[in-house]
């Protein structure tokens, strides 16, 4: 199976890694960590909770005016 992993730098050091199809959210200090991480969390959520169905998260930009 196939999911969605979104990567933002934690403003502490390292990296928190996020599955929006699952909404499992963990961290790591580099990214092949926090990926390592987000599976082993997503794994053990869908032992719990399987997907029926999914099909890949779409992630685009967007533009807001300066505050």
């Not at 082993?40 to 930009?61: D, I, K, R």
Request: no cysteine.
């Amino acid at each position: 199976m196939t999911l969605t992993a979104v990567l933002t730098q934690d403003s502490d050091g390292g990296y928190v890694a996020h599955n929006p199809e699952t909404g499992t959210t963990t961290q790591g200090a580099s990214v092949p960590e926090a990926l390592s991480n987000l599976r082993e969390a997503t794994e053990l959520y869908l032992e719990e909770f399987p997907l029926e169905s999914t099909s890949p998260a779409l992630m685009t930009t967007f533009q807001v005016a300066n505050a």
